[in-house]
T-cell receptor
């Protein structure tokens, strides 16, 4: 692993199903984030975690939950997927004093 | 919370011309302003950033300017090349917070 790894790369999911998007980083960054990217809407923050054991809500948290049991992993769970959650999801991480975020390669999720 | 507006949404230029993308932010407590470039199907990547104690920063063909009084910042690309074609996002973060608020993006097309 080098940087941030997201899995799966893409997924087609039936509405109502539960889904967990995985995000793992090996840079020992304290802060991690989940954004969704939709055409014309840019990147919108779903949830974030400033350090292991803590999480916070972003701009569009409804329908999503996260956990941060350790420094490296920050999974995003859709409890009951709906078509409006069709999007590209990016995980990112950062550390105090460093420049900007490091992004994962994204997960393209289609809810049908 | 912070709100970031970005203009234009699309920008077409001829190779060799200059391109300027402008962003405004709402919260005067914001103090970090990065710019990201996202090529088609790829992850966003940091290309340049500026902090509120600096008015301008350059890196080869790209530069960023910041006007704290007017609460706006701009990305300048000189001598554009076809490989500059991408979506560019501006962002801002409030002092003491790690989360970034992104603009909606500008699709830059550089024609040979």
């Amino acid at each position: 692993i080098a940087g941030i790894t997201q899995a799966p790369t893409s997924q087609i999911l039936a509405a109502g199903r539960r889904m967990t998007l995985r995000c793992t980083q090996d840079m020992r960054h304290n802060a991690m984030y989940w954004y969704r990217q939709d055409l014309g809407l840019g990147l919108r923050l779903i949830h974030y975690s400033n350090t292991a054991g803590t999480t916070g809500k972003g701009e569009v948290p409804d329908g999503y939950s996260v956990s941060r049991a350790n420094t490296d992993d920050f999974p995003l769970t859709l409890a009951s997927a709906v078509p409006s959650q069709t999007s590209v999801y990016f995980c990112a991480s950062s550390d105090p004093g460093m420049d900007g975020y490091t992004f994962g390669s994204g997960t393209r999720l289609t809810v049908v | 919370g912070e709100n970031v507006e970005q203009h234009p949404s699309t920008l077409s230029v001829q190779e060799g011309d200059s391109a300027v993308i402008k962003c405004t932010y709402s919260d005067s407590a914001s103090n970090y302003f990065p710019w990201y470039k996202q090529e088609l199907g790829k992850r966003p990547q940091l290309i340049i950033d500026i902090r509120s104690n600096v008015g301008e920063k350059k890196d080869q063909r790209i530069a960023v300017t910041l006007n704290k009084t007017a609460k706006h910042f701009s990305l300048h690309i000189t001598e554009t090349q076809p490989e500059d074609s991408a979506v560019y996002f501006c962002a801002a973060s409030i002092k003491g917070y790690s989360t970034l608020t992104f603009g909606k993006g500008t699709m830059l097309l550089v024609s040979p």
